[in-house]
């Protein structure tokens, strides 16, 4: 008797393992880039013109929320939000925030740069979650130039005035209009989490309620000439001097540079805290899961080998190392500007895991149930050594 065996398939094991391993690599770039960790704030205190600088990664924040009764004065009363800046030139393929406000960890309200326009955003309130308004000054934020800002805004909508002179209104516009379902918080030069750093200086930021603020800064131009004074103040940072690198112990408005990142750490928000009912949302869901897909297949794969195990332990196996590679990312995460690190993302990659899985056991069954003759191929075949059968060759 003749034993002829069929070809190997050692070599899909190589393989499979070296994918596996390939795709780890690949999902912990993505997820890691651009291995920024705990970087410096580059928040610059100027004492020469009494200023803050900002250049990318760079934040300054509130230490404390704002309180019910400023939310009231900024949802149902007029209210003057004043600053003065000298923008550093502009990034070309994004928005920076100059000036920020989240509610939780949703933005409720921005001042940003596009190129060298204004851009004034709101979201959230009584708008559906995930939806925005804006309103835009173009060409006013050539870089070099310093400029006086002042939005004034409230139920009878927004003028934003620039150098004390009026250059837009909208009756419509409303940012703080409707309810307010979380913790507010403003930060300064871009948003808590390093991202889209606005690049520029920064001589003075404040809000503060005047139901005659309209018709004041109409017939007096010099009251944009300085920070907003204290009567009616709700926020008013001024950088005479140093900003904090914490926050005070008895808490209230006050500018906080911390001399790293993260500024304000947040590991793992739940997904009820960062849900948005947008495409970009739904996108990332869809990217996590496909993203950990072809890893849970090909890890799959290799250790299905000879069937030694249940395969029910093989996939827990998959799944459960799917599950701490992207919680592994999503800790390292925090300390890397512009990433955020979230629950939601943990869940998502796990699942992908879990698909590419069962994917691999779908086509291993339907193989196994091949049709005799392509079956018959993997086995070995005994042939007497006299008989004048042949086979076919390939």
Known sequence: MTNIAPQSKSGLLPLSGAASAAWVGLMLFAGLFPFTFAPKNNVVFNPRDSSISFSRPAAAF????????????????????????????YASWHITRIMSIDEGNRPRFEIEQWRNSLVVQAFGGDAPLGAKRELSVPGILDSGATRNIAIVTGPGGTKIYVDAELTRAN??????????????????????????????ALFYFSIYSSETAGL?????????????PAAGSIINFTFDKQPVAAPGRGGG?????????????????????????????????????????PFGFFFALFLLRGYTK???????????????????IELLQVLIPGRSSQLSDVITDTFGTLAGACVCLVIKSVAKNDPPLRHDRRRQIAVPEDSDVRLPVS
């Open 310 to 328: 249940p395969r029910w332990k093989i996939i827990a196996v998959v799944v459960a190392t799917g599950f701490l590679i992207s919680l592994l």
């Open 62 to 89: 509130d230490a404390d929320t704002f309180t019910q009764s400023e939310k009231r004065a900024l949802s149902d009363s007029t209210v003057v939000i004043a600053f003065r800046v000298r923008a550093a030139g």
């Open 216 to 228: 004041t800064l109409e017939s007096n131009h010099d009251g944009l000439e300085n920070a907003a």
């Open 253 to 293: 408005h006050e500018l906080v540079v911390r001399p790293r990142f993260p500024v304000v750490p947040e590991v793992l928000v739940p997904p009820w805290k960062d849900f948005t009912n947008d495409a970009s949302y739904y996108a990332d869901i869809a990217v996590n899961v496909i993203g950990f897909l």
């Open 171 to 200: 009756p419509d516009f409303h940012p703080f209009s409707g309810t307010a379902r979380g913790p507010w918080r403003i930060a300064i030069g871009g948003t808590v989490s390093g991202k889209y750093t606005w690049k520029g």
